[in-house]
């Protein structure tokens, strides 16, 4: 089949690779009809990761059922389904309590958490492809209804509209809050946008693009362009002095310090720490990293980080951290999607052919163009 | 009348104070018949704190009400209470959610939060004294059995017991967890105990003085001695390489480096980050403080610290902090000692009259003759 | 001053009381500027309770603060607040967890709460009136943006919108969820609206009165005629069989018989048992009282009603029941009114000067010429 | 192999029937060691139940894992294993949310839950026999330690002490409240040490058989025998006239009225309305049924019964019903066991080889000779 293949740093291409099959009782198998190109694929294309050539990208996979195995009991042949990025069992210690993200049997280095296409999350080849072995299916496929609507809001489920969401459940935003979102790139948005679903009085959202900010002042939220100033400020001055109840980190440790001509890893945070009022609370869906070689001192490199703890401390904050356990929300997401009660679609810049993933990833690294978020569609021409 | 009045630092004295009288109706006086020296009140005592001479010391007060104001509705003079540490109104959005330690009204800094005998805490005289007002009396007084069994627990409900709590509740130590606490001071002592009553599997408490460790033993913890090498490895060997589903950190920024000879004020925070398991949560009752003169750094001195936040996000971990809401445990810790499920008062070490207050501060700020916990008795002779 | 005087069943009158004026240091006076009738007035209206003549009516009370008592903190004449029908006290220990409609402290006949204007509510004249006398006011009052906007949202914080909302939490409702509400009367709307606000993903109405049917659908709600058939069969046929993950009873013991020629007085109640999926929850705000004169049967008339416990065992369900704890929410709800993020008064379809009141109650009894919700102008001519 | 078939009312008898097969690729063969009679076999045994002739009994089991299926991940032959008393797939909504009693893929009938060996709970035999099949086994399976200890605590993971436990959980104790429990058999006996363990600071236990009292006082209950006169007033009593905090009904549908001479089958119910304070809340693990031919009534026939609705709306409380979801408490209370923290065994009055089971079932139903509960050792001779 053809997927995509990441082959060095700034180059990935469509290649020929071998058709996955059914390994294990529980696997399915499932002709890709929808799958994004990710941030956080953006990691391992621009070489800042450890992932050897080789590697089939692809974590937000949506598509047709094509083969099930002797195991699986609730899906068959010809059922639409969205998986989540995470790769989870569903039985040990952390699926049981939801944390799906944190799974303790799928990653065979003993790291707690898998996930498709992904470098050192586990041994599964990613869904940028014709076809995707899905392992404990029954698990990690969410049946969708059949037919092909509401597809760019559907494939989104399977990573960004969760992720979002995880910032607000991390963060404990609850109906009447006011809340502030920091980055306005797809996770943002989304974060932005489950805050607004949640019934959140206002939403923040602080980027400096203005498209991006365009984008948050369209979906209701208020846009905050900290190349104007001090964000903080920006938002206590429009909350009677007092900060917002809750913040949301969805920029993580590539944030830029304030006069954005340099990464500065824990300036949000710390932002955040000033924006939020006391007894207020964080959610940090936001990625950050043990060990990031490209970092710009030594303790950054080991994800050491200056953090304002003092402030922190005093203002009583709460901290919740992560990556999202989609299958925690996603039926919950997918129900509100099928009644027409959220169009996340909102995000989505370009639907192309899955030819068109070396032009596309270039772009959107770049960020030119307009790309800011990409379906691949392995069965359009 | 009398009162401990804090003179220079490492100068206390008991001297005569005018006497404290109703000053709004919803006031009460109290006549103290027990009150301890804390921990905290030694950062005054050394000096390390912009507290002015003459302040009158002691947030952790218990005695019989003497007077009562107009405003008053369910206290009559004779009742014996206990007061929380901290000073609160009831009314204004913090307090209504329960997060009395961050009330909005008491302080006319406009720092959220308000305590007696304290530094920046507002204007409340403390009470290792023979009288004290408290306001919003019918918020800030709990009502005690009558009679004099217990005193040496009840007092406790003024801060240390349902700090130790607040330690377990940040953390959200449910039955049948593991527990990590770092520090086996008289907080990190009520945090063990607190977890245990909650029902943890098993509680590790983490310090290297032979005394603390064994009070930690005589109450159903497993002590770890970090001289004895690497806390975090050590409670990893006991747990199947696993760690702890929740830590506490009982210690905060006047934390000792493993080796044991400066302070390194995040070591603590960054050994629960690696103490715990993935999906995790950290309990932080523990101190941190946006300034510190002393600090060795000039980070320190800010409240920034080198924090492991790239494992922390990495683990998924949650992480709460702040002073304890007193009020939010303390009718629940009371009747639980009234019941005889919970006798805090092990960890008091010395009941004295308050003219011992110079010579208690002295050996408390040193260690020596087993001073851990001190009991002012203002009525003893 | 002038008031609304219930005089005998089916008579009220706008009478010339005494002036209320501040009685302990913790009250204050309110100048009303809207009181609204509520459908529990209807019972002292009728006669079916044990009201004595001469109470002045009216717990849904907005208005401006007239004088302050000399232990009053946080209000300032010329304050605009609007008062929870729940008169409470702030520090007993259900008003503590936030229970506020269960009051220990301010009702004298020793019953868990208190109201305005209410029969066996304490000594709380009602705010259909030109002045209202708070007790508690610095618990009581929640203050609102300065002015005269969104007066026909705001004056709804006193009880409906929260009562609604009220119904929600209880049944726990939470985004992605589908419910069935019984009863489009005020609360029921309010309770639709709440759940919609919450993210829920479809929320079904029952009703039988084609008015509010109407209403229901503009919102957003699903309306279920009842009068065209079975609802929960209705309502399972649009949910797959399934059933509904929540319910709220907004109707209570008044509840009509299928057939809507008696009072069958748990139908609403076995309804839902049956409309609900197995795990899910009822919220139960409609009012069921322990002693019911009118009622057709002895049981009924000391509250025993015949319910469907095998089958709500046999789903699991969870039931959350009781009158409404305003000041839970009231501050949330005003800032989603504050911030045009909702609009309750669109239930209300009369505001009329005070005098008007004899005839809006009999007009709103006998459901005529479109009166569903009254709001009352004191300062109106 | 042998097992205890089930023939016609009171008489089971040691049969030998086909050794079970894996059958799906999901499946374990466990060896069963130890396996217990539970009351609501009696159901069963008394023939009050449409259970046919030749049903294989037994839902409480543990076992060695003697046959792995070719899909199952965790487990190996050799394993030590507790099965919970539910059946359930992990994978669909209710599992998912940990409702894992209202499986939906489980029980072919439609109904929401399976057990092993129990009429209507799907087709699954009973594990009171040499050997079990376990569908689902990597889901249904819980690890114990190796070796043979405290099988007497840890074979009741299967069923009363979760069952109890969860009692606890619908009621929502917390640490510090009071707890009233009714009846003193085992799942009472379980829900009263599960409430003490949780930190209750007092928990009281209504039956009328003096051992059962008695237990009840070894655990530190407090034992309140109702043929001394009104339970409800009793506990008010010792509780200054408020009631309790939370309420557990261990008893059902089965309740004695209070004079003892018949079935009333709400009398529990009713009197634990009565029981607990305003703002409490039930926990409802005892077992009410939608169709029970034996009732002496009509409506009580079909589940129909009379409820103090009044009196529970008034007191604003809260009800969880329905059978214990175990999975979802198991794991945290086996850490309690091998920790040392939990020795449930206490309650376990006969441990015999599986030839006595029809002696068993005979003396446990007429309650003599103290058979309160009974393991069966299938390896015994």
């Known amino acids: ?35 994004c190109i990710c941030g956080s694929d953006l ?11 080789g590697i089939v990208l692809g974590h937000e996979n949506l598509g047709i059922v094509e083969e099930v195995g002797g195991g699986v009991t609730a899906l068959e042949e010809g059922d639409r389904v969205v998986m989540p990025f995470n790769v989870a069992c569903g039985f040990c210690k952390n699926c049981l309590a939801g944390l799906t993200g944190f799974c303790l049997t799928v990653n065979p280095s003993g790291f707690a958490g898998g996930a498709y296409g992904y470098v050192a999350m586990g041994p599964y080849p990613g869904g940028q492809a014709e076809y995707l072995r899905v392992p404990f299916a029954d698990f990690n496929c969410l049946p969708l209804p ?15 509209f969760p992720t979002g969401y995880h910032g607000c459940e991390l963060a404990g935003v609850a109906p009447g809050e006011t ?21 959140a009085s206002r939403v923040f959202v602080v980027d400096r693009v203005p498209e991006r900010l365009a984008k948050a002042r369209e979906i209701g939220a208020v846009p905050v362009d900290f190349s104007a100033g001090d964000p903080a400020g920006q938002i206590r001055d429009q909350t009677g002095g007092e900060g917002t109840d809750k913040g949301v980190d969805a920029v993580g440790y590539q944030a830029m310090a304030p006069a954005g001509d340099h990464e500065e890893p824990a300036s949000v945070l710390n932002e955040l720490v000033r924006t939020v009022r006391p007894t207020g609370a964080l959610g940090v869906p936001g990625l950050y990293v043990p060990a990031d070689p490209g970092a710009a001192d030594e ?13 922190l401390f005093e203002k009583g904050l709460r901290v919740g951290t992560g990556q ?11 129900d509100m999607i099928t009644e027409g009660r959220a169009r996340p679609g909102f995000v989505v810049s370009h639907e192309l052919p899955l030819d068109a993933a070396p032009v596309a990833y270039q772009k959107f690294d770049q960020r030119v163009d307009g790309y800011t978020k990409v379906i691949l569609k392995p069965d359009a021409t």
């Open 179 to 199: 809340v502030a979102v920091y980055g306005a790139g797809p996770v943002g948005l989304m974060a932005a946008y489950s805050a607004l679903l949640r019934g």
């Open 146 to 160: 059949e037919g092909t609507e509401h597809e760019a809001d559907y494939v989104l489920l399977a990573d960004i």
């Open 1 to 35: 089949m053809r997927a995509v293949v990441y082959r060095k740093p700034f180059d990935v291409a469509v290649e020929e690779v071998p058709d996955p099959r059914i390994e294990q009782p529980n696997d399915v198998i499932v002709r890709i009809t929808s799958t």
């Open 299 to 311: 303790n950054a490199r080991h994800g050491m980080l200056l953090v304002a703890i003092g402030a």
């Open 324 to 334: 999202a356990n989609v299958k925690r929300y996603n039926r919950q997401l997918r």
């Open 43 to 53: 990691h391992m294309y621009e070489g800042r990761t450890t992932a050897e050539p």
